[in-house]
């Protein structure tokens, strides 16, 4: 059967390789392949409505553009708002280490891809905090590095130099890299109403080749989603 390859965010059709992964970011909005499968997964789950808040924090530029456009309240965040200011203007700036979870008000939906692995901080804290900040049906999706070969490993000593960090976590600013653990640890801190979402359940093979998503073989990666909320729906 024929079909087009196509970015579910902007509809290019043309991807690039990226760290030995093949088609993994479009080049047309950048999206990498957890950002177009988020975003297959929240249309899915009827999940994006005109009447929501949503909190995206390190906003991927593609994803930034369809929930502004969809939503009734987009409120993009990150520490470092200069990079994200000429194409989001709005962006607030939130220290996920030291923020009041108060101060940003209700949401429907929290996104963070890629963001703790960054965080020098207790990610208990962080967590609790977040989740705080839903509505009682809110959802909170994420994802994060994750090797499943070794267990978590974290160390955000300040004396650690890029190299170091490198070395050991993947990339110099990142404090910590998840292991076959990442889900026992979600639900220590969230409880038990986090899980991982298993993209073969929920989309056929022709869709994930469709949005150039492929698979991993093992059951939790940096592609994997994991979804959030208070009641386990
Ligand atoms: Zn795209």
């Not at 292991?179 to 298993?198: M, Q, T, Y």
Request: aromatic share 10%.
């Amino acid at each position: 059967m024929q079909f087009n390859v196509f970015c579910p965010l902007c509809g290019g059709q043309e991807f690039s390789d990226f760290n030995g992964r093949q088609a993994a970011r479009c080049r047309n909005c950048g999206a990498m392949e957890r950002t177009r499968l988020l975003f297959s997964i929240l249309n899915r789950e009827g999940v994006l409505r005109r009447d929501i808040s949503v909190l995206h924090l390190a906003p991927e530029p593609g994803l930034a553009k369809r929930l502004r456009d969809l939503v009734s309240r987009y409120v993009p965040a990150d520490i470092n708002i200069s990079q994200y200011q000429h194409f989001l203007p709005e962006v607030q700036r939130v220290d996920l280490c030291s923020f009041d979870p108060t101060t940003l008000g209700k949401f429907d939906l929290i996104i963070h891809n890629h963001v703790i692995e960054h965080l020098p901080c207790d990610l208990d804290t962080v967590f609790k905090k977040l989740s705080s900040m839903l509505n009682a049906n809110g959802r909170m999706y994420f994802s994060a590095p994750i090797r499943g070969s070794l267990l978590t490993a974290e160390n955000y000593d300040p004396a650690l130099t890029d190299q170091d960090r490198h070395r050991l976590f993947g990339q110099h600013d990142h404090v910590r890299i998840f292991g076959s653990d990442a889900l026992a640890l979600f639900r220590k801190w969230l409880g038990p109403n986090v899980g991982n979402i298993e993209s073969l359940a929920m989309f056929a093979p022709t869709e994930l080749r469709q949005m150039a998503f492929h698979p991993d073989p093992v059951p939790l990666s940096g592609h994997t989603i994991f979804r959030y909320s208070h009641g386990g729906e």
